[in-house]
């Protein structure tokens, strides 16, 4: 089984109805899966510090992530993907390797599957990972949050993202949104 953790709960104020300044971070996660030691959607922070400081809490330093996942192209939950040096990172269009690409395996391990899931943007992942406890979803903004406004202004296609949360909502016990705590499906 793999192991999975949220480093840092995301949040967002694009929901707010609060005028001003929108601040928004995205869910950044931890998968280890055997030999993979993963991180979805790095995102951006006030400082990467952040982030190394959760992963040595981890005992894993930026030169032990293998893999970066991104769940779809919005800078957000990309920005710091060169944090990596070691790693190679798998997004919609394929696993890059430096300056390589490949096409990815629907079945990436025997622990982890990776769907299509677009709707909130046309190029968006979800990862299912088994664990212990279940299956968990990372999703990006496929969700936002548990309580997001069920309509998503920012979706390119409404009735696709319709679709996206029913087939995530099908596979997995628990879900980790784009921007949020991970939430269990009812
Ligand atoms: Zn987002």
Partial sequence: MAEIKVLIEGYT????????????????????????????????????????????????????????FITHSHIDHYRNIGMFPEAKTLEYYGLWDKNTVQDWEEQFSDDIKIIKTPGHSLDGLTFLVKTNDGVVAVCGDVFWKKNFPENDEYAIDSEKLKESRRIVSGAADWIIPGHAGMFKVK
């Fill in 13 to 68: 104020t694009a929901d707010s109805t609060e005028s001003g300044e929108e601040k928004t971070c995205p869910t950044i996660t931890l998968i280890k899966d055997g030999d993979n030691k993963i991180i979805v959607d790095p995102g951006v922070l006030d400082s990467q510090k952040i982030l190394v400081d959760k992963l040595r809490e981890e005992g894993l330093s930026v030169n032990d992530i293998n893999i970066v």
